[in-house]
Structure formats: structure tokens, C-alpha cells
Antibody, heavy 122, light 110 residues
Framework: EVQVVQSGAEVKKPGESLKISCKGS????????IGWVRQMPGKGLECMGIIAPGDSDTRYSPSFQGQVTISADKSISTAYLQWSSLKASDTGMYYCARLLHGTSGSRWFDPWGQGTLVTVSS | QSVLTQPPSASGTPGQRVTISCSGSSSNIGRNSVNWYQQLPGTTPKLLIY???QRPSGVPDRFSGSNSGTSASLAISGLQSEDEADYYCAAWDDSLNAYVFGTGTKVTVL
């Protein structure tokens, strides 16, 4: 079964650092990009960026460039999302998902991880 | 701020047909295929439609997608109570070089 499994919920204070993970299984990890998607409380989905685990080529969405770091370790089929200094506004649910490609510029996320809830509060 | 615009809500009675629109631009829907995701209350988003009109295995044929120019739409025919969820369109944007989601539409079954 193809799946991506994320690390557990985190509670942090403003200013702290954090790295959450996403482990792929059931497929060849380096063959597919992985994306990170944010969902703030009661809000919609926002793609933060994507990474190619094979060579760590990373594309950040403009709103998230410089705000987070996306990385991957292909030896353990795991992608990461990292903050160096959390803010209260980083509170939300973070999903990772495998990115597939079709023809006509089609790209879609499937499957999705179960989500990692990040709470930043003093 | 999302570059794909959806109506915030849509509703219908069981058995009715509901349509959700997704408006974009020449850099996203105008050039690349559209996908749709369903997010049931309190759950992870799930792929519903990919490449404009393709259904993954297990998705009922009550769900269908189409697009024309810089807009796309999702139709739910024979609406059922379990279809109450948030629905998001999405596509690659060549100008932003990023994957973009729509603003989301909450579907209510009356």
C-alpha cells in the first residue's frame, strides 16, 4: 500500500525551532516529489512547497519562501518541514502528500499524510 | 491569497445535482489540468478528480469534473448526505511556479 505517514502533534513556544517529518512507503520514494500543505484553523489549503527527494530540488510557493525549510533524506524515505523560529501564526495543521504528474501539465497530490497539528503558544 | 476562486458555499437536497465553479487565469487553469479534493469534516483531504475529469479508483461516478478556458467545475449528481464536505480545486500555476488551491466550497446537504 502506498502511503505517507507523518510525525505526531507538536506544542511549542514562540521562538522555538521545529522539524516535522513525512515518511513514504509502498513506492520508490525518489521517483515522486513530496509537497507540504498548510491548513490554518478554519481555513483553506495552501501549498507551501515541494521537494524532489532524489536530488533535493526544492520549489517554495512565494508566500512561504524564507519562512520554512523543506528537506529530504532519501536514505530513509523521509521528507521534512522545518521552522527556525516559530510564531503563534504558524499554528495549524500541516499535511504532506505525494505529487503525481500526468499529461497537459497535470499534477495532483495523492496520497496525503494524516496531518501534523502544530500549536504555537506561550 | 488564493489565485483560484470558488463560491464559499453550495447546497442541495438529497438526489439533487450541485455544481461548484473554480475561476482561475491563463497561468493556471488556462494552461494546466485541474484537480479536485474533498475534505470531510475533521479528516484529511482526499483526491476526488485529477486531470480535469479523471476519477481515482473508488470515487463514485456521481462526481465529475470539466473545464473550459480559465474556469473549471465540479458536479455532484444524486447528492447524498455523506457528500457534506469542503471541496477544493487546484492546479499548477506556471507564473508562480507553484501548486495553488482554490478558496474552497462548503457543500451542505439540506
Amino acid at each position: 500500500e502506498v502511503q505517507v505517514v507523518q510525525s505526531g502533534a507538536e506544542v511549542k513556544k514562540p521562538g522555538e525551532s521545529l522539524k516535522i517529518s513525512c515518511k513514504g512507503s509502498g513506492y520508490r520514494f525518489i521517483d515522486y516529489w513530496i509537497g507540504w500543505v498548510r491548513q490554518m484553523p478554519g481555513k483553506g489549503l495552501e501549498c507551501m512547497g515541494i521537494i524532489a527527494p532524489g536530488d533535493s530540488d526544492t520549489r517554495y510557493s512565494p508566500s512561504f519562501q524564507g519562512q520554512v525549510t523543506i528537506s529530504a533524506d532519501k536514505s530513509i524515505s523521509t521528507a521534512y518541514l522545518q521552522w527556525s523560529s516559530l510564531k503563534a501564526s504558524d499554528t495549524g495543521m500541516y499535511y504532506c502528500a505525494r505529487l503525481l504528474h500526468g499529461t497537459s501539465g497535470s499534477r495532483w497530490f495523492d496520497p496525503w499524510g494524516q496531518g501534523t497539528l502544530v500549536t504555537v503558544s506561550s | 491569497q488564493s489565485v483560484l476562486t470558488q463560491p464559499p458555499s453550495a447546497s442541495g437536497t438529497p438526489g439533487q445535482r450541485v455544481t461548484i465553479s473554480c475561476s482561475g487565469s491563463s497561468s493556471n487553469i488556462g494552461r494546466n489540468s485541474v484537480n479536485w479534493y474533498q475534505q470531510l469534516p475533521g479528516t484529511t483531504p482526499k483526491l476526488l478528480i485529477y486531470s480535469n475529469n479523471q476519477r481515482p479508483s473508488g470515487v463514485p461516478d456521481r462526481f465529475s469534473g470539466s473545464n473550459s478556458g480559465t474556469s473549471a467545475s465540479l458536479a455532484i449528481s444524486g447528492l447524498q448526505s455523506e457528500d457534506e464536505a469542503d471541496y477544493y480545486c487546484a492546479a499548477w500555476d506556471d507564473s508562480l511556479n507553484a501548486y495553488v488551491f482554490g478558496t474552497g466550497t462548503k457543500v451542505t446537504v439540506l
